[in-house]
């Protein structure tokens, strides 16, 4: 696991050994984990529909979004987060790890968006996944803590079906596998590069209206990277924090007007946590002459705002998830088991293929990567809940909580 993420991530998420890391592993017809909730290749159907996919290939923009099975079933599902499917950021990125291994081995594959798209409750959720089980899904991707209730509720009913949460937790079943991912430490790495590279005055919108324990987790991670850069650099640097037009995980006026006041009053760069809110934070960068730090995936391509991403391997978790579902070695993360990423998995860390800083280099952050997965640099994590953050000190920080 070690090796497959860390060469992916590296490669700023283009995913490219999803065909060798996985290949194969679908046509063993294996079981996976117990008798109850084995999900063992059988028969797929090769994808076929609106484009035909390459037979191989480490590029999900080449493997269409939707394709039409032969026998009408897909055998591999993805339930989208809240927000959009091509969100450039957090379903987006699960999604092509999803479509990358379905299309490398031949499998079938649909993605299920609940219904009622940002106010979607958790039977919205919960008929999503039932719609895919019904449409012959062997397993079942579900992205965002925010799934917890249904996916319950589903992986309970249908028990010959393996279900892969990202961002979530061990739910003590047997056809769950829970992926958490240590935020914190991208969000460390991307705040004390930006101190680094010399802006003195920052910002950062969450995203979960401050209820998201994983971007309360990129938050406080940014937050301390940030303080630690500057202490280093003997200096304080200001640091706007806000959840508030964030709860919603989409675009809108009044996310743009706040990053474009920000901007406009000094700040040189806002760190954008909350998937689809990034369109307006670029567009109010753009406008401004701001710039952004992006999440999950390398946000550099959606903006030329992008000085750097706070990364986390979703997609490449996605497919190393599916993977262990046709090997036979599912039993090794679901039930009891669970699956806590961070650098020293690979998971976690800064694109360094489209580097664009000047006064911070690429040696420099290698160099924090291997000491934070040496232990020498301890990362908080504790900070879960919105303004929890304004009882923390920082010693050189000046922390504006909007």
Excluded: H
């Excluded at 987060?81 to 790890?97: A, C, E, H, I, W």
């Excluded at 009053?265 to 753009?286: D, L, R």
């Excluded at 993360?333 to 000047?358: H, K, Q, V």
């Amino acid at each position: 696991m070690k090796k497959f993420l860390a060469v992916i991530l590296a490669m700023t998420m283009v995913l490219a050994l999803v065909a060798c890391g996985g290949s194969g592993a679908a046509s063993t017809g294996s079981s996976a984990g117990s008798e109850s909730s084995s999900a063992s290749s059988g028969s797929s159907s090769a994808p076929s529909g609106e484009a035909a996919a390459p037979a191989s290939t480490d590029d999900p923009d080449a493997i269409p979004d939707s394709m039409t099975s032969a026998d009408g079933k897909y055998e591999v599902a993805f339930v989208t987060d809240v927000g959009q499917l091509k969100d450039k950021s957090f379903n987006q990125g699960t999604y092509d790890g999803v479509k990358l291994y379905a299309a490398n081995n031949g499998l079938s594959y649909k993605y299920y968006q609940p219904a009622n798209g940002d106010q979607a409750t958790d039977d919205d959720r919960y008929d999503a996944m039932k719609a895919a089980a019904d449409g012959g899904a062997k397993v079942i991707v579900c992205a965002g803590f925010m799934q917890g209730t249904a996916l319950e509720k589903a992986a309970k009913e249908f028990t010959d079906v393996n279900f892969v949460f990202i961002d979530g937790w061990s739910m003590g079943l047997d056809n769950v596998a829970g992926i958490a991912f240590k935020e914190q430490e991208c969000g460390y790495f991307a705040g004390y590069a930006v101190v680094k590279e010399g802006f003195e005055k920052i910002g950062f919108c969450g995203g979960g209206g401050g209820t998201n324990p994983a971007c309360c987790r990129y938050g406080y991670g940014f937050a301390q990277g940030v303080n630690d850069a500057a202490k280093e650099l003997g200096k304080t640097v200001d640091l706007n924090y806000t959840w508030q037009y964030g709860a919603a995980f989409s675009a809108s006026p009044e996310m743009q007007s706040l990053a474009a006041g920000w901007y406009t009053n000094g700040t040189e760069v806002i760190f954008s946590a909350g998937g689809a809110i990034f369109q307006s934070i670029a567009a109010a960068a753009s406008a401004n002459d701001g710039w952004v730090v992006g999440v999950d995936s390398d946000q550099s391509f959606d903006s030329d705002t992008v000085i750097t991403s706070a990364l986390k391997g979703v997609g490449a978790a996605a497919s190393w998830a599916i993977g262990k579902s046709y090997d036979g070695s599912w039993a090794d993360i679901g039930g009891s088991n669970s699956a806590n990423l961070g650098a020293a998995e690979g998971a976690t860390g800064l694109p360094t293929a489209t580097w664009s800083m000047e006064n911070y280099t690429v040696a420099e952050y290698e160099a924090q990567l291997a000491d934070v997965i040496a232990g020498k640099i301890a990362i908080a994590d504790d900070v879960l809940e919105n303004d929890a953050i304004t009882s923390v000190s920082f010693s050189n920080v000046n922390l504006n909580y909007v």
